[in-house]
């Protein structure tokens, strides 16, 4: 959007990426059960037939924002550092990389944490959650069955312990702190792998 055009009255201009991001804080600030498309329009500054002329509704706006966090985290498990390799290194990287992933998509990710499945979008979005969960129990056990991780614990309960840390992420960082993204995924790495790793 140019200031030109918000001084002559004109309605804004987003990319559609920039729609998503003042969609996805609304649905943050409000809940997505209570936010209204009316909500959407003053937010964005469009008529609600300018936001219609975008997507069919307010759930293809979650399908599209929870996707995005969705989608960023199955990348992860795509990585050269996921897939080759020592399988408690491969363990490390996804579980690094993911902090990373949700600062860099903060709103995104938080949003995807906050889906409960009462909406087809949002019990798409947690059969995903539950299938990147299901791929890391497996690599957990992979480890553990090399010799390189514990084995007296569960690997879905390791899994379920590392992605609450992971997630607990969403609960305090703000971009414009003393902690930079790097630093937050090598503590997360140093705190987990430290006690998982056999001795």
Known sequence: MTTGQARRGRPPRFTPDELLDVVVAEFIARGY??????????ATGLTKSAVYHHVSGKEELLRLAVA??????????????????AAADRLEHVVRRSAEVLVDLLPYVTLLLRVRGNTD???????RRREFDRRLA??????????DLRS????????RLLFGMVNSISEWYRPTGQH??????DAVAALAFDGLRSR
């Open 33 to 42: 059960d209570a936010t209204s498309m009316e909500d959407l329009a003053r």
């Open 152 to 159: 007296d614990l569960d690997p879905r309960l390791v899994t």
């Open 138 to 147: 497996g690599l957990v056990q992979d480890a553990i069955d090399a010799g």
């Open 180 to 185: 930079g993204v790097q630093e937050v995924a």
């Open 68 to 85: 995005r966090a969705v989608d960023a985290l199955f990348d992860v498990l795509a990585e050269p550092g996921s897939t080759t390799g």
């Open 121 to 127: 979008a949002e019990r798409w979005a947690l059969g």
